[in-house]
């Protein structure tokens, strides 16, 4: 009975100070949001926090809000569960502010306001343009919203220590994980709308710190462990993870070789390109990535933001490594996918196992897993304020004051919108949520790349650099990748006829990839190139004039 007290000691004082933990810091974020809201005066304020941000500051933004909870435990987990093809994410995120750097960064800033419609429709008609922008926006932020807040549900009955037949409050399990939805969706409404872009800027600087700095002890404790010989570690990961030397190599998870079924093998090793190409490419689509080049002074700043992105996010992916195979080695294999089939709790069994080791039994397991249950919950606050905040913008500064109100909206009145925005988006978020956390989380989040890969980056890609571009090639462009990514995914076999699907005991699915990427990214790109084409509308003087704002910020406000 000893080690039972034990044990359920440590479980009450790891839950403690978890919540402690986590109050301390939505006391502090909610401490800058509230200064923030009194710094708040202006529509420029609200939407772009009155462009006052350094290069390191928005760089550490940026990287707050891509260092979703996806990343963290979701790569950590894939890479201590399937190795070498774990990796491919973290090489596959990196690469991809490489594309953000080169073809959008700079020429975003000094395009545009406060949103991606405001480049789209710098010179097309501006009314469906702007439409069909807010469309794409929500759709991508609702499915990346809805994975974060079902991932925050998922995790806190380990975060909680609540087991199946425990009660935490006189609330059992699915309860609790309701209950965390509705907290996190609240907090996230209260960022946005008191702080708008400054306060939920701050937040996500505050939350790049702290998961940075969880990061780097649990990185130096693995590695020190066995005494920084990474051979030793890669060795003891391949043992512990039940697959032998093949943990080691690629083919565990994608490009999977079936011996007498060639097309099983082909299509395996197309959903690998398919998945890179969504996530290389999607990133650069992202809104509520794009809308942060809006928050500095000038495009040279953008591009250095960008750069101190890269630094933090590669450092961070590199992290991911360790993390994984330092889970697989310390945790191992059969530990980890004993407490969740995913592996997502993977980093959070390291850091208590790691407590353990260090800090001395289950006590020091319990700080330890506290401190990183603490870190995961203020990654998924930061990225979903980050999300709302983009949706709320492009709801009521491209929809109500463009379409609406026909550009006669005063600020006040758009700022007053864009918060009702936040309120009605993060409650539909909420409610989404509820109904699904039984819902796959890497396939909303690879939906949402996927979507911001086919419809907004043709869109943002044409309208910089084709002269010939126009209304019709946009709307095409944009609502036809959009359905093609929606309706692909909707047939495939993460939704139906699969153990793994959303419904795995029914079968309409025809598309044979898990992601549509290598499909509905073409169809966004020609559907944009067969709508200019098809329409005689063209202005080569307005794309003379943004060819000049793109390159020079000549004219940017």
């Not at 702080?195 to 780097?216: E, R």
């Amino acid at each position: 009975m000893a080690p039972q007290i034990l044990a359920a000691e440590a479980a009450a004082g790891s839950r403690s100070l978890t919540i402690t933990l986590f109050l301390i810091f939505v006391a502090i974020t909610l401490g800058i949001t509230i200064w923030a809201s009194r710094q708040t005066k202006t529509a420029t304020d609200f939407y772009a926090g009155g462009r006052q941000f350094s290069g390191f500051q928005n760089g550490m933004a940026i990287g707050g809000d891509y260092m979703s909870a996806a990343s963290f435990l979701g790569i950590a987990g894939i890479i201590a569960l399937y190795g070498y093809d774990g990796f491919l994410y973290s090489i596959g995120f990196l690469v991809a502010w490489l594309v953000a750097l080169l073809l959008v960064a700079e020429f975003l800033r000094n395009s545009g306001r406060f949103t991606m419609a405001d480049v789209l429709a710098f010179r097309m008609r501006q009314r469906p343009v702007r439409t069909a922008a807010s469309v794409s926006t929500i759709v991508v932020s609702i499915f990346y919203l809805i994975a974060q807040m079902v991932g925050a549900g998922a995790l806190v009955s380990l975060l909680l220590g609540i087991k199946p037949g425990a009660t935490f409050l006189g609330m059992d399990a699915s309860t609790a994980k309701v209950a965390t939805i509705i907290l996190v969706g609240a907090l996230m409404i209260i960022y946005v709308t008191v702080g708008g872009m400054k306060g939920t800027t701050y937040v996500q600087i505050v939350k790049a710190f702290m998961l940075m700095g969880g990061a780097l002890i649990m990185v130096l404790m693995v590695l020190a462990h066995y005494k920084f010989n990474l051979s030793a570690l890669l060795g003891d990961a391949a043992a512990r993870s039940g697959k032998g030397s093949a943990f080691l190599e690629p083919g565990l998870r994608y490009g999977v070789e079936t011996a007498g079924d060639a097309a099983k093998t082909f299509y395996s090793k197309m959903d690998l390109l398919s998945l890179g190409l969504a996530l290389v490419l999607g990133t650069a689509g992202l809104p509520h990535i794009l809308t942060r080049f809006y928050t500095v002074p000038t495009s040279r700043i953008a591009r250095k933001s960008v750069l101190w992105a890269i630094g933090i996010i590669g450092t961070f992916y590199l992290f991911t490594l360790a993390l994984g195979f330092g889970a697989a080695a310390l945790v191992g294999g059969a530990n980890i996918t004993a407490q969740d089939k995913a592996g997502n709790t993977a980093a959070p069994q390291l850091a208590q196992q790691l407590g353990i080791d260090y800090l001395g039994g289950e006590t020091g397991g319990a700080i330890m897993l506290a401190v990183i249950a603490a870190v995961a919950f203020a990654t998924i606050l930061a990225v979903v304020a980050g999300l709302t905040l983009a949706s709320s913008s492009s709801l009521a500064h491209d929809f109500y004051a463009s379409v609406i109100k026909r550009g006669n909206a005063s600020e006040r009145e758009e700022v007053r919108v864009a918060r009702i925005a936040a309120l009605v988006i993060g409650a539909l978020a909420i409610a989404l949520s509820i109904f699904a956390q039984s819902l796959n989380v890497a396939f909303l989040v690879a939906l949402a790349f996927a979507v911001a890969a086919s419809a907004n980056l043709p869109a943002i890609l044409y309208s910089l650099f084709w002269r010939r571009f126009n209304t019709a090639g946009a709307l095409w462009s944009i609502y036809g990748g959009l359905a093609s990514a929606v309706l692909l995914v909707f047939f495939s076999p993460v939704v139906s006829g699969s153990a793994t699907a959303m419904f795995p005991n029914e079968d309409w699915h025809f598309f044979p990839l898990s992601n549509p990427g290598i499909i509905s990214i073409p169809l966004g790109f020609f559907f944009g190139w067969l709508g200019t084409v098809l329409s005689k509308e063209t202005d080569p003087e307005k794309y003379a004039e943004l060819e000049v704002r793109s390159l020079t910020g000549h004219g940017a406000h």
